[in-house]
Nanobody
Framework: QVQLVESGGGLVQAGGSLRLSCAAS????????MGWFRQAPGKEREFVAA????????YYGDSAKGRFTIARDNAKKTVYLYLNRLEPGDTAVYYC?????????????????WGQGTQVTVSS
């Protein structure tokens, strides 16, 4: 089994920054792609960022490009999401997820394990 535990969410003013962490436990981490999604009330789950296991290539959703950065530390089995220049529209629950595939990482159905989520609230 795999467990994913997110942390680092909170309340921040617009323009501020946060670092989200997702710690994985269980079977191997280094050969899994990891992704971050978010979901705001009344909205569908939205792809934010992902990082491939084969070459650490990052991928970003449109809302994240230029502001967010994804990184992983295989030794710590942790993936990070650095949120910069936050806007009120970034308010959502942020989820990390694991995929055994290195493709289709923008699609939630390609992920087989999910964390419980961490709330990010950006005030104006």
């Amino acid at each position: 089994q795999v467990q994913l535990v997110e942390s680092g969410g909170g309340l921040v003013q617009a323009g501020g920054s946060l670092r989200l962490s997702c710690a994985a436990s269980g079977r191997t981490f280094s050969s899994d792609a990891m992704g971050w999604f978010r979901q705001a009330p009344g909205k569908e789950r939205e792809f934010v960022a992902a990082i491939r296991w084969s070459d650490d290539s990052p991928y970003y959703g449109d809302s994240a490009k230029g502001r967010f950065t994804i990184a992983r530390d295989n030794a710590k089995k942790t993936v990070y999401l650095y949120l910069n220049r936050l806007e009120p529209g970034d308010t959502a629950v942020y989820y990390c997820a694991k995929s055994s595939s290195d493709s289709g990482l923008t699609r939630p159905y390609n992920y087989d394990y999910w964390g419980q989520g961490t709330q990010v609230t950006v005030s104006s």
